[in-house]
């Protein structure tokens, strides 16, 4: 059965905190992505990745960054949380000639 | 940038009515997705259309493929308890990925 986690289904941090959000994949997929979900605003992309060390900008990438050391592994990083990024964080990944993506479960984060 | 409109936002029906939503964009894409996301959980593919006019089933889903190839919809029939949860439209092309911002269904007793 494929699979993507997430370290952490629920996670609260303080402002100001470095925040780690983890992802492994166990499909060997190429491609990876972090999105966050808001109510009302559907799914964001912050950041994808092709490969192993390749990061692209989504849409929202301000106030994060990731890292891709590993093909399994996608980390998404808050340098220094604040409350506004405050979210459910999915994590996904899709193979090489696939359209379809594969989510994991979720991290919701709380920043107070 | 690609906007994807999707509705309705949220719908409340009667368990064994049908449900229609459906979603639109101003540019084309070569694939429509539907997921399905259950409460705590993350979304999974229901199901994909990969050619203009297209229509497909999945049990009691049934989704197409806009010939214009702005548009989906999808189709619920018999609605049950389970069926409950977000429903978010995507289109694709290339490799650029676009999602709606869900359909959140909710089913009365």
């Known amino acids: 059965d494929v699979k993507v986690t997430q370290s952490s289904r629920y996670l609260v941090k303080r402002t100001g905190e470095k925040v780690f959000l983890e992802c492994v994949q166990d499909m060997d997929h190429e491609n990876m992505f972090w999105y966050r979900q808001d109510p009302g605003l559907g799914l964001r992309l912050i950041y994808f990745?092709?490969?192993?060390?390749?990061?692209e900008k989504g849409d929202i990438p301000e106030g994060y960054s990731v890292s891709r050391e590993k093909k399994e592994r996608f980390s998404l990083i808050l340098e220094s949380a604040s409350t506004n990024q405050t979210s459910m964080y999915l994590c996904?990944?899709?193979?090489?000639?696939?359209?379809?993506?594969?989510f994991g479960p979720g991290t919701r984060l709380t920043v107070l | 940038g690609q906007q994807l409109n999707q509705s309705p936002q949220s719908m409340f029906i009667q368990e064994g009515e049908d449900v229609s939503m459906n979603c639109t964009s101003s540019?084309?894409?070569?694939?429509w997705l539907w997921y399905k996301q259950d409460p705590g959980e993350g979304p999974v593919l229901l199901i994909a259309?990969?050619?203009?006019?297209e229509l497909t089933s999945n049990g009691r889903l049934t989704a197409q493929f806009g010939i214009t190839r702005k548009d989906s919809f999808l189709n619920i029939s018999a609605s049950i308890p389970s069926d409950v949860g977000i429903y978010f439209c995507a289109g694709q092309l290339d490799d650029k990925i676009i999602f709606g911002k869900g359909t959140r269904l909710h089913i009365l007793p």
């Open positions: 990745s092709y490969d192993v060390k390749m990061k």
């Open positions: 996904a990944s899709r193979g090489l000639a696939g359209v379809e993506q594969f």
């Open positions: 259309l990969y050619k203009a006019g």
């Open positions: 540019s084309i894409f070569n694939t």
